[in-house]
């Protein structure tokens, strides 16, 4: 009879010889640091919903899926947010760090600080591009000098579409 690993054992589902999380947890050296870091995802994102996500990458990238999926999700918990990226974006990545060794520890993330303001002003100002609603200003200069004219259109025509119409005479 084959043990289950620690990943299948947290999450009570049976193991078999192709696991996919047992392939997983080979980074992690602790069999409890393995347990809390499969909790922990599973509680996270959902436990069909971590599976799926398992599933969905090829064999050889599955490892490295896990440790991203950890990374973000205690990003998330750290900086709601902008998550990990933004840790990593702002230099508060040490934070994000922590916040994964307190999972594999089996500790509690809350004792960790964050400035959202430092992370909103960070990234406001490495913002290369601009923004505004659609809804709201029209461009018929931009609207006219498009490629998509109609072909038919002539001279004439345009002519007669710029005329006034006066439709009470």
Known sequence: MKL???????LRKGCSENCIIRSCLEWINSPESQANATLFLAKFYGR??????????????????????????????VNPTYGSLGL????????CEAA?????????????????????????????FSTFDMQKE???????????KRVHETKLELELLSLPINIWQ
């Open 100 to 128: 994964v060794e307190a999972v594999l520890t089996g500790s509690k993330i809350n004792n960790l600080t964050f400035s959202p303001s430092k992370t909103s002003e960070t990234l406001a100002s490495n913002r290369s």
């Open 88 to 95: 990593f974006w702002t230099g508060e990545w040490a934070q």
């Open 48 to 77: 069909t919903g971590f599976l799926s996500l398992i599933t969905a990458a090829p064999q050889h990238l599955r490892p490295v899926v896990f440790r991203s999926l950890l990374y973000e999700a205690c990003g998330r918990l």
């Open 4 to 10: 289950s690993c620690n990943g299948c054992r947290i």
């Open 138 to 148: 029209t461009n018929v200069e931009a609207i006219n000098a498009t490629e998509f």
